[in-house]
């Protein structure tokens, strides 16, 4: 049974850790090292960090001065002596379970990246869905292009379970935000296999002060460059291969900037959509029925709103927001 390093960044979590950690150290995969990274925290988070390592001699808890999530999962991955390296977010928690089916996916299927689906958890609620059971095995083109999609294989971190060697020239982007678009993609790209299980064993929290919750310039700044480098690596090393993957990529998360950038009063957001509007609409318009045959309703009309770009149709996307979050 080999090692597997669990890596949890924390900061000010006081509230979920104790839920977090508790379902880490009931796995039934026993053969863990569980990480704890106190990200400089300012409340409670870091004496209950020390409270579980008395309790059990797999963890190990590490403090450090604050220098945001990437910081932490990078001092992680540096202090990890496992074979296999899984994340797991200090305000979510998983199945008791779940490193047992990841390590169980990449034995049968001897892959480098294992992936199960998730739970949403939003008000206390899970999100209903439904789950299949069905397992994809992949190479990395077509993993990448499961990235793109981002859909059955979202860019988060904490689904997965990696063999250590691919983070051997990989660490996360220390100082921006969305840092998984940046990094994902890279995890994939230096694997031979991946598989997927539509089984959820990971609960997300979704909260409001998470960063996906803060609508702000330099988050969504982070967001929109990070999305331009990843489509810029991926069209200089892969070319034709994925352009359409790629093109759909970069359209589908646009969309979500778009719909900031029209639900909230951020007019730096639309400097930066300005200057890349043309190339924009360009790649909308070469892959217009690729486009419309992937997208769900929803985001068809955000699609045809920002293809079209006005006053007009920006107040139509805050209506349409605001009317979805009711």
């Given at each position: 049974?080999?090692?597997?390093?669990?890596?949890?960044?924390?900061?000010?979590?006081?509230?979920?850790?104790?839920?977090?950690?508790?379902?880490?150290?009931?796995?039934?995969?026993?053969?863990?090292?569980?990480?704890?990274?106190?990200?400089g925290?300012?409340?409670?988070?870091?004496?209950?960090?020390?409270?579980?390592?008395?309790?059990?001699?797999?963890?190990?808890?590490?403090?450090k001065?604050?220098?945001?999530?990437?910081?932490?999962?990078?001092?992680?991955?540096?202090n990890?002596?496992?074979?296999?390296?899984?994340?797991?977010?200090s305000?979510?928690?998983?199945?008791?379970?779940?490193?047992?089916?990841?390590?169980?996916?990449?034995?049968?299927?001897?892959?480098?990246?294992?992936i199960?689906?998730?739970?949403?958890?939003?008000?206390?609620?899970?999100?209903?869905?439904?789950?299949?059971?069905?397992?994809?095995?992949?190479?990395?083109?077509?993993?990448?292009?499961?990235?793109?999609?981002?859909?059955?294989?979202?860019?988060?971190?904490?689904?997965?379970?990696?063999?250590?060697?691919?983070?051997?020239?990989?660490?996360?982007?220390?100082?921006?935000?969305?840092?998984?678009?940046?990094t994902?993609?890279?995890?994939?790209?230096?694997?031979?296999?991946?598989?997927?299980?539509d089984?959820?064993?990971?609960?997300?929290?979704?909260?409001?002060?998470?960063i996906?919750?803060?609508?702000?310039?330099?988050?969504?700044?982070?967001?929109?460059?990070?999305?331009?480098?990843?489509?810029?690596?991926?069209?200089?090393?892969?070319?034709?291969?994925?352009?359409?993957?790629?093109?759909?990529?970069?359209?589908?998360?646009?969309?979500?900037?778009?719909?900031?950038?029209?639900?909230?009063?951020?007019k730096?957001?639309?400097?930066?959509?300005?200057?890349?509007?043309?190339?924009?609409?360009?790649?909308?318009?070469?892959?217009?029925?690729?486009?419309n045959?992937?997208?769900?309703?929803?985001?068809?009309?955000?699609?045809?709103?920002?293809?079209?770009?006005?006053?007009?149709?920006?107040?139509?996307?805050?209506?349409?927001?605001?009317?979805?979050?009711?």
């Amino acid at each position: 049974m080999e090692k597997i390093s669990v890596i949890v960044p924390i900061y000010n979590v006081e509230k979920y850790l104790e839920k977090c950690l508790t379902s880490i150290i009931n796995q039934t995969y026993k053969n863990l090292e569980i990480i704890l990274i106190d990200d400089g925290s300012k409340d409670n988070s870091g004496k209950i960090a020390d409270n579980f390592d008395k309790k059990d001699s797999r963890i190990k808890v590490i403090h450090k001065e604050n220098g945001g999530l990437s910081s932490a999962r990078n001092i992680g991955i540096e202090n990890a002596s496992g074979e296999y390296i899984g994340f797991v977010d200090s305000d979510d928690y998983i199945k008791e379970d779940m490193f047992e089916v990841l390590s169980n996916l990449i034995i049968k299927y001897k892959s480098d990246i294992s992936i199960v689906s998730f739970y949403e958890i939003e008000n206390g609620k899970i999100i209903e869905r439904q789950y299949t059971n069905e397992i994809i095995k992949m190479n990395k083109l077509d993993g990448i292009k499961q990235i793109l999609f981002d859909e059955k294989i979202p860019n988060y971190a904490w689904n997965k379970l990696y063999k250590k060697e691919l983070f051997d020239n990989i660490r996360y982007p220390e100082g921006k935000k969305f840092e998984d678009i940046s990094t994902a993609y890279k995890l994939v790209e230096n694997a031979k296999n991946i598989v997927f299980k539509d089984v959820a064993e990971y609960y997300y929290v979704r909260r409001e002060d998470s960063i996906t919750k803060q609508k702000n310039y330099e988050n969504y700044k982070d967001y929109v460059n990070n999305l331009l480098d990843r489509y810029n690596d991926l069209k200089n090393i892969y070319g034709e291969k994925i352009k359409v993957y790629n093109d759909f990529g970069f359209v589908k998360n646009m969309l979500w900037y778009y719909t900031v950038l029209s639900s909230y009063d951020i007019k730096e957001l639309d400097i930066i959509f300005s200057e890349i509007y043309v190339d924009l609409k360009k790649i909308i318009d070469n892959n217009l029925d690729f486009l419309n045959k992937n997208l769900n309703d929803y985001n068809k009309k955000i699609l045809n709103y920002m293809r079209n770009d006005s006053k007009q149709y920006r107040n139509e996307v805050k209506k349409l927001y605001f009317d979805s979050k009711k």
